[in-house]
């Protein structure tokens, strides 16, 4: 059975940082594409980052990029979005998500919502 947890949100001032974790199981993560998407009040699902399976190679979306790190430890069924400087537009629900599919850097970003299994989101508040 596929699942995949979330932890490592909570509440943190601007500028601050925060670093999330999925734990998987239920499958090899090496064998996956993953990556994280956020949904704030109101507003629709965003892909903010992918790691492809075949290489590792990580894509950021535009209003992430230089601030946010994905990383994958393999052999702990492991994924890290490492968060730098947030600011308030950060705040949302932060969701794990993992595919067998080898997205690529055109379509891995725009896709992470429809992945195929996803984890129960973790909240992320960026308030001063």
């Known amino acids: 059975q596929v699942q995949l947890v979330e932890s490592g949100g909570g509440l943190v001032q601007p500028g601050g940082s925060l670093r999330l974790s999925c734990k998987v199981s239920?499958?090899?993560?090496?064998?996956?594409?993953i990556g994280w998407f956020r949904q704030a009040p109101g507003k629709e699902r965003e892909g903010v980052s992918c790691?492809?399976?075949?290489?590792?190679?990580?894509y950021y979306s535009s209003s992430v990029k230089g601030r946010f790190t994905i990383s994958r430890d393999n052999a702990k069924n492991t994924v890290y979005l490492q968060m730098t400087n947030l600011k308030f537009e950060d705040t949302g629900v932060y969701y794990c998500?993992?595919?067998?599919?080898?997205?690529?850097?055109?379509?891995?970003?725009?896709?992470?919502?429809?992945?195929?299994?996803w984890g129960q989101g973790t909240q992320v508040t960026v308030s001063a």
């Open positions: 790691s492809r399976r075949s290489d590792s190679n990580s």
């Open positions: 239920g499958f090899a993560l090496d064998y996956y594409t």
């Open positions: 998500a993992a595919d067998p599919a080898p997205y690529d850097v055109v379509d891995c970003i725009p896709n992470l919502p429809d992945f195929g299994s």
